[in-house]
């Protein structure tokens, strides 16, 4: 397993260089630029802007820097402690970012990446929780109202798009009846109505994946032979089935663990969540480059590493099969 | 499939479905709700829309920006709604009488928040520093009134002395102009000349303006700043009127959109919104009429017409397509917001006159088919499907679904919508890649000659593509003239041959409407989003 | 002795016509269409199509305005009330349905089409060429949609089939990342392992013996994927790429009525309810697809 935890990250480099540049150029491509406003800026004032960002230097040239900017200088890990400070430990600078200059784009992740760190490791369990559960439960006693309870409930989470959940929420338990707050990320009971709202898509995914995984292993000849040999039903559930219903849970989830921790743009402007999702989607709005590559490296990380730890899963998950 | 399991629950289904509606439903009531709020004693709550990218006043470029700068520091004069601009750090000016030296007397008490005193050569450095191309400052072009100022920010200049900013002693401070500006004081009230403790700067270099380190001459010092979540500033003790300063901490609550916003509000976690969402306008109106507030802004909403394209080269077509939309309608029944319908493009809250105004919405829809048709589109025959652009907003898309709906009643044309995304709209402008474009122009400073400025030939906001030398000429003449009198009548001129060419067809002059608690008092803040926070004081409950 | 016994002829004729042998496919349809829920379903879903396809041909216009009236809640006139520039409710609900239902059938499709075959050629195939194509799959990934929906429209103007394109683009990566995770599995089974022994090609083993066995999770996310897709569409068109004003799609009406929903209720439950009756549907009549399909469930 080793050797093919040890290649996937080897086949990594070239698959993040690609992604990189890439992205690099797309982004020069589109029209308008950091300092593009319906207000224009007199002339001087716009050569010392790309003077001062090296906007003027050829293309190439630009990528070039950037690149050598990224690429691992040193080896300091115990810098590390103070702030993740990548500069100081490995040499590798983000620079600053465009829209907010005088913070890097390491300094910006480093703030909000734990943020939506713990939206969405806490929406992920609240969805795990509740999804696994309502999944297994509308598999075993398929057909029945309890099916039918369990699959609706689950369907809430698709049919009413976050947008509508979270106002909604918001409008009921902070508005009317005051048990929270409207909007901010201060005290814990701040992370109820948000991952709430987030973790009932995720919920809905897994349960109806679940269902369905779960449905088709219980047909299985070893299930049989299972209850034949008198194993009681929990057991079966537990030791057997769950095993090989989970793998299109698995499947799903290696991208969108991804995407969840990396925040979600809709959850964080409904309420105020000083979080990377906003980042993703606002820089590419305010034409923020640098900040642009950096979101997409982190995503881009987090991918390998996700869908990395869902092939090992699945093969835990099914013993037939082996690294290739 | 065992066959008794297999039955067809439609009520369990149906119920289920209910499910979802009562959901969607239980949202929608609108009970009264629970009266939480609580005011913080001498603490306000404010909505901060935009997060400002660095609170350095040499840099920053957006209002939302200077909001927060405006608690931390002052400048020579500080701008009033309605007013000229009044003293701030300078106590009294003197003009000299060929208009071209100012000689700001500043006051002996004003002092930076680490205690040193504000001198006049900290105003000149500062100065030096905006100017400088190294800084970059992106609304450098406010300074350009100063004799020399724009040759050095240009970098064709290296000597700051042979600038007009010069510090005779600590406390006057003599500012030459290139020529008379009649508006000069407006622009010296302006953010970009907040000065800075070059001290402060210097020793503490980009990082200056974070809590820790952050000097300002202003009512209030910077405590904390929260990005993407809040700013805090607490009462300066050292300001010159720290006595008369009610407030001991200002809060600005990071609010990224509008509906946001008022579910806070609501709930009692701000005191002061910047907006109300269109649809609860009429609601507020009727039920809290005590605080909802509405203010007109220096702001106009205009469709450009790119000139060079056909048909809309042909100035008939122009104003054809200018007479036909109703804009008293638009105002009313769209907006609801109590925008003033715009015939001009300079706001009323400048003290200028204005061309009469033809009246009667029918005799005009008259005289725009007349002019179609006499332009070769006898009720909209062969009209070409033009493309109307337009940033990505609800608002003002509802506004040219409207526009488009009354073109083709009117003149039988039809017209396709097409959002962009804000920068890629802007940028098609720009490079005349457009047919029609909705714009929105808020001038940096209460100067009408800049606004018409915006139209002549050379400028880069001259989306219409328009080039007119006679307009250039009178534009001209009137940022040059010293009298007022001469000044008005140049540019009800300049504004007259615009609308008589009509590359654009102003919209409305937008308001503010926000809310308020009852018990805030003394809020000022002019119709260019500049505050002013000493007067403010809460009614403790 | 021999006289007493009665012989027992087998005519091989009759044995056959007695029990003529099915193909799976029509046992599925007989089992499909015995689970009432998933034919309910599928009516909806089929009346709730033909109501947009030719409902615009009665209904009030879409675009229509009536800035007088403004938003009314519903009445004779407007049986599902009007938006905030009077235009009807229920017509736009008909012309929206059409792009919604276009849209999340067709780049759905499209999605699907694309994903399985490359997830089930990654999967089955292993080894160097299973991890380029995951590779791909994770670029294509991790690239910034937002940026490339941008430079679609910059290049391509505004084209409804783009629209099509830029969603397909997207969906297709998980679709292909969950099929190829079945597709592991099932290529250990027994089955195939006799299939390649009989000589199949291994075209024939991937579209004729192991897609049919992976089906299930696929229908399954299939159902889920398509509410992704028409928000989605809402999401572009708030970006320009999608439907222009004055047209509208479920989801734009849906974002359009969430912001609006306190005083104008109307605007959000009976959009939301569409949408959501629509989903449920398709819910179901997936959950019975896939219960029809499953070979060994028949067995009970």
Known sequence: ?324 | MPPGRDKLNLRRSGAHLGLMVLLLLAGACSRPESDRFAPVPNVLRISQRNEPSDLDPATAALPDEFFIIRALSEGLVVPVRGADPQPAAAASWDISADGLRYTFHLRPDGVWSNGEAVTAQDFVDSFRRVLSPATAARKAELFFSVKNARAFLSGNLKDFNAVGFHATDARTLIVTLDRPSLGFLRYAASGPWIPVNPRVVQREGRTWTSPGSYVGNGPYLLQEWLPGQRIIVRKNPLYRQAAAIHLQEIRFIRLDDGESEDRSYRAGEIDLTMGVPEDKLRVYAKDRPNELHRAALLETRYLAFNTQREPLNDSRVRQALSLALDRQRLVHDVLHGGQIPARWILPGATSNEHPALPSGYDREQEQARALLRAAGFPNGQNFPRLELSEPVSWQSTLVLEAIQAMWKQTLGIEMAIAVREARVHVAALRSGRYDIGFITLIPDVDDPVAVLRDFTTASPNNYPHWSDRNYDALVEQAGQSGDPGAQRHFLREAQARLLDAQPLAPLYFNTQNWLMRPYVHGWQQDALWNRYYPGLWLDKR | MAESQTEVRIDPAAAAAAEPGRSPWIDAWHRLRRNRLAVAGGAVVVVLGLLCAIGPLFSQSFEEQNLDLGAIAPNAAHWLGTDTLGRDLFARLLYGGRISIMVGLVATFVALVIGVSYGAIAGFAGGKADAVMMRIVDIMYALPFTIFVILLMVFFGRNIFLLFFAIGAVEWLTMARIVRGQVLTVKRMEFIEAARALGFGRRRIIFRHIIPNVLGPIIVYTTLTIPAVMLLEAFLSFLGLGVQPPMSSWGVLIKDGADKMEEFWWLLVFPGSVFSLMLFSLNFLGDGLRDALDVRAAKD
């Open chain 1, 1 to 324: 397993m080793l050797r093919f935890i040890g290649r996937r990250l080897l086949e990594s480099i070239p698959v993040m260089l690609i992604i990189i540049t890439g992205t690099f150029f797309m982004q020069r491509f589109v029209p308008g630029g950091p300092f593009t406003a319906e207000k224009a800026v007199t002339p001087e004032v716009q050569r010392n802007l790309e003077a001062y960002y090296h906007l003027n230097d050829p293309l190439w040239k630009q990528y070039r820097d950037y690149l050598w900017d990224l690429t691992p200088k040193r080896f300091h890990p115990q810098a590390l402690a103070s702030g993740l400070d990548l500069k100081a430990a490995f040499g590798i600078d983000f620079r600053p970012s465009f829209k907010y200059p005088n913070r890097t784009v390491n300094e910006i992740i480093a703030d909000k990446l734990p943020v939506s760190l713990e939206l969405g490791a806490w929406s992920l369990a609240v969805a795990l929780v509740f999804g696994l559960t309502l999944g297994i439960l509308a598999a075993i006693r398929r057909n029945t109202w309890i099916d039918y309870m369990c699959s609706s409930l689950a369907m809430v989470g698709i049919c009413v798009p976050t947008f509508v959940l979270g106002p909604l929420l918001v409008l009921a338990l902070a508005i009317h009846l005051g048990w929270f707050n409207a909007s901010g990320w201060y005290s814990p009971i701040d992370r109820v109505l948000p991952c709430a709202t987030l973790g009932s898509v995720y919920a809905a995914y897994i349960a109806r994946l679940t269902r369905g995984g779960v449905l088709e292993v219980l047909n299985q000849d070893y299930i049989r032979t299972a209850r034949a040999k008198g194993a009681s039903e929990t057991r079966i559930i537990l030791k057997h089935a769950l095993r090989g219903g989970l793998l299109p849970v698995v499947s799903f989830l290696g991208p969108a663990v991804a995407g969840i921790l990396t925040g979600s743009f809709v959850i964080e402007t409904i309420f105020q969540i000083p979080g990377l999702g906003r980042e993703f989607v606002n820089s590419a709005f305010n034409r923020d480059y640098t900040l642009v590559l950096g979101t997409v490296i982190l995503y881009a990380g987090l991918i390998v590493i996700c869908n990395l730890a869902v092939d090992v899963v699945q093969v835990w998950l099914n013993p037939k099969l082996k690294f290739e």
